[in-house]
C-alpha cells in the first residue's frame, strides 16, 4: 500500500493543487515586482491582488485568471519581505560579482527574492522549488536565455540555502 490512508487524491485534484500552488508563485513574482516598480507596501499590494487580480478577469475580460493557493501566495510574499536582505545577499553571491542583485532586471529580481523565500524556510524542497521558478522565467522570458540563469542562480542559492537537500 502507498499513501496516506486520508491523504490519497485524484490525478485531477493533484493537477488542481499543483496549478494552484504554481499560480501562487507566479502571482507572488508579479506582486514583488509590483511593491518594487510602483513603491507600494506588501500590504497594499497583497489587498490588490486578493480583490482584484487572482480569481478576476485579465486585461481583455475575456478568460478569468487561475486561483491561486492563497496561504502560500502570502506566506511567500511576507518571507521575501521580512528576509529580503538575507535574500539579496544569497542571490549577490550567486551573481558574477560585477553583477549585484540590483543591476539585473527586475521581474529576475523579484523572481529571485520570491524563490529565496521558499529556500530560505524549509518546506518546499529545493530541486521543486528551482524547477517551479525556472518555469516562470521561462513564462516571462520565452527565449530560454534567462531561464538558464535563472537555473544556476537558484541552484547556487539552494545549495547554499540547505546544502543537506543536495
Do not use: C
Not at 6 to 14: C, V
Request: zero cysteines.
Amino acid at each position: 500500500m502507498s499513501g496516506q490512508g486520508g491523504n490519497r487524491r485524484s490525478p485531477e485534484e493533484k493537477a488542481e493543487r499543483q496549478a494552484r500552488t504554481s499560480a501562487a508563485r507566479l502571482y507572488a513574482v508579479q506582486a514583488l515586482f509590483q511593491m518594487e516598480a510602483a513603491g507600494q507596501s506588501a500590504d497594499r499590494v497583497m489587498v490588490e491582488f486578493r480583490n482584484w487580480r487572482i480569481g478576476r478577469l485579465d486585461e481583455d475580460e475575456d478568460m478569468v485568471s487561475v486561483e491561486a493557493d492563497m496561504n502560500l501566495f502570502t506566506r511567500i510574499l511576507n518571507d521575501a519581505v521580512n528576509w529580503q536582505s538575507k535574500i539579496d545577499q544569497a542571490t549577490d553571491r550567486a551573481l558574477v560579482a560585477k553583477w549585484p542583485i540590483d543591476r539585473i532586471d527586475p521581474v529576475l529580481r523579484a523572481l529571485f527574492r520570491a524563490a529565496g523565500a521558499e529556500l530560505v524556510e524549509p518546506g518546499t524542497p529545493p530541486k521543486v522549488v528551482i524547477t517551479e521558478y525556472v518555469r516562470i522565467a521561462q513564462s516571462f522570458f520565452p527565449e530560454g536565455r534567462e531561464a538558464k540563469f535563472v537555473n544556476a542562480v537558484l541552484d547556487h542559492m539552494a545549495r547554499e540555502a540547505r546544502p543537506e537537500a543536495f
